[in-house]
């Protein structure tokens, strides 16, 4: 099977795409929303020479009981480790091992939505549209060179200067400045505030040393173009690893016995190195972790129960299926133009004639549980915002009997072919799609047209190659569509992922470039409420905002989420490292692979 990644489009910060893995061949990362279409769903190429090592002399074998080995992340050989380039290498990827060299101001915990103390120590809004961020004072560079404000006034100022991951941002700030060398100040813009995207970006931007950087903008004359060619196979951070090998098989990065953070954390990381093996497959990626040669997996396995039927001494997150914390809702989207399917109560038929456990047990390996439509995850992050009883009489379940009776309601009859017509219209042909290969999609697709048999309402599937459905969706050139709003762990959740399904504003119509709400849906409620949200801080204000919202969703169904998926699939092998964080130990461990956000702090209780 291969598996495929769902694109988060939108304007506000994306988490990698690196880490949605997938059966196959994972795709490369993804930085921000950019005008051009995502890159392919394909395996990174391997580089047509081999590439150097970071340190001379034979740093090929580290002793296994000090090396914590991963995989999942890198899928070709490496070809730089520049931040700037839009796609570098592991570890310095952007949004899935954001702590190892490069670290942010604070680590997002995927558990509770809350952010943690790193380079930062606190953050306060002063007043309504400035954010204070207290540094840590212990902070120091890799190349032993204390960590100040110059350096993040520095790291945003980048990403208002040149066209990078971190520039959107910008389209909710006016200025970002030091106030003494351990404190900023991050000053919305007056006239696109967003506290939730401001919030975001402490806990994804990695922050850069300005006196590394300055010296590169300078050599290269400030020229975006030729800074994305700067290799940086030695790059300076603060984070509590270096390089310390590469090849086109595997990365190492050494443990810096001088980081800083022994004071933050009370000791050392345990493992002294980190290698990430790049395999070319899944298969051979599975096979390598269960005899133990990988410690964490990251990586969709199928079935991942019989591993440890088999023997192997091998853990998810949950004991129990669905075994991983939900992270994301792969969705289908509806084009809100096409006649029959501008109907809601034709919308609902179709969402009440989907069998979700289906999709979960065939597509998911059962990975997914049991759907409770809704724009919000079932998590404890998630799901707090929302009054879950009010919403109840508005959710929708597997019913195919209460589907057939809702369109013989709205008079939709059965013509001699079995396909129902409802005012004069037919309810199908209706194409449904997502991308050639994606097979869980595709898997998934295949049982929403079988469904919708039984109803009465015709829908064919269609697997384009990638870059034919990244226009069919932005262009609005669809019937129903498959795709990913907004997923992943983040301060804007879940008001990132209904800005993407419902806000029209800004939408262009069918024809040009959308990068939200790719059916055209309207509602101008649903538009205010959007608009509000990220600037109320009270919280029974905002449970309310978010309630009344979900119920406008759940009303008007613009989408249906056909499964819950993981953001990173946190599986792990203790044949050689024990203590990985699990449900129910009691410590607030978040399974984000060990290296990403507060995950890391996997790595300072981990054993042999």
């Not at 932005?474 to 498959?482: A, C, L, N, R």
């Not at 939408?507 to 059916?519: I, L």
């Amino acid at each position: 099977m291969k598996l495929r990644k769902a694109f988060n489009l939108t304007f506000t910060f994306a988490l990698a795409a690196s880490i949605f893995a997938a059966c196959e061949s994972p795709p490369p990362t993804t930085g921000q929303t950019k005008t051009e279409p995502p890159p392919s769903d394909k395996a990174q190429p391997a580089a047509t020479k081999p590439a150097e090592t970071a340190q001379t002399g034979d740093a090929k074998a580290t002793p296994r009981n000090e090396t914590l080995y991963i995989n999942g992340l890198q899928w070709g050989a490496p070809t730089n480790f520049n931040l700037i380039s839009g796609n570098p290498a592991f570890p310095i990827n952007y949004g899935n091992s954001r702590e190892l060299i490069y670290e942010t101001l604070f680590m997002i915990n995927q558990l509770d939505g809350k952010l943690e103390p790193l380079l930062g120590t606190k953050y306060s809004w002063t007043d309504d549209s400035t954010l204070r961020v207290e540094l840590n004072k212990d902070a120091k560079w890799s190349d032993g060179k204390p960590f100040t404000s110059d350096d993040v006034v520095y790291t945003y100022q980048l990403g208002k200067k040149y066209a990078i991951n971190w520039s959107s941002t910008w389209t909710y700030l006016e200025d970002v400045t030091a106030d003494g060398p351990n404190a900023v100040n991050i000053k919305l813009s007056k006239a696109n505030p967003n506290k939730l995207t401001v919030l975001d970006s402490i806990e994804l931007i990695p922050m850069l040393p300005k006196h590394i950087w300055e010296a590169i903008e300078k050599k290269n004359n400030n020229d975006l173009a030729s800074i994305r060619k700067e290799m940086n196979d030695n790059p300076v951070g603060t984070g509590p690893y270096k390089m310390y090998f590469y090849n086109d098989q595997k990365i190492t990065v050494v443990r810096d016995d001088n980081y800083w953070g022994k004071a933050l954390f009370g000791k050392l990381p345990a493992p002294k190195y980190i290698t990430h093996v790049i395999y070319k497959d899944n298969a051979a990626g599975d096979l390598a972790f269960k005899s133990g040669q990988v410690d964490v997996s990251q990586q969709f396995t199928p079935q991942v129960w019989n591993m440890w039927k088999d023997g192997a001494p091998v853990k998810t997150y949950l004991k129990d299926a669905p075994y991983y914390v939900p992270g994301s809702m792969p969705s289908i989207f509806f084009n809100m133009s096409k006649k029959g399917l501008d109907n809601p109560d034709v919308r609902r038929a179709i969402a009440m004639s989907i069998d979700y456990k289906k999709i979960s047990d065939l597509a998911m390996s059962g990975y997914s549980a049991a759907m409770q439509p809704s724009i919000t995850l079932n998590t404890d992050a998630e799901a707090k915002y929302v009054d879950q009883n009010s919403i109840k009489s508005l959710q929708w379940t597997t019913d195919v009997a209460a589907a057939n009776a809702l369109l013989d309601k709205i008079g939709a009859k059965k013509g001699a072919d079995g396909i129902r017509v409802l005012d004069g219209t037919r309810l199908g042909p209706w194409e449904v799609e997502c991308p050639y290969g994606w097979s869980d999609w595709n898997a998934s697709l295949e049982i929403v047209a079988q469904n919708a048999k039984a109803i009465g309402i015709e829908i064919r599937t269609k697997f384009p190659e990638a870059p034919v459905w990244t226009n069919d969706l932005q262009t609005g050139k669809f019937d129903i569509i498959m795709n990913t709003p907004a997923g992943g762990v983040s301060p804007s959740q879940p008001w990132n992922r209904a800005r993407t399904i419902m806000y029209s504003k800004g939408v262009p119509a069918a024809g040009e470039m959308a990068f939200w709400n790719w059916g055209r849906y309207k509602n101008e409620q649903a538009d205010a409420l959007i608009d509000k949200i990220p600037n109320v801080s009270d919280e029974g204000q905002l449970k309310s905002m978010y309630t009344d919202l979900t119920k406008i969703w759940l009303k008007d169904i613009p989408s249906i989420p056909l499964m819950y998926r993981p953001w990173v699939f946190y599986t792990v092998n203790e044949s050689v490292w024990k203590g990985f964080p699990v449900q129910g130990d009691g410590k607030n461990i978040p399974p984000q692979i060990a290296i990403d956000g507060a995950g890391v702090k996997a790595l300072y209780q981990i054993h042999n």
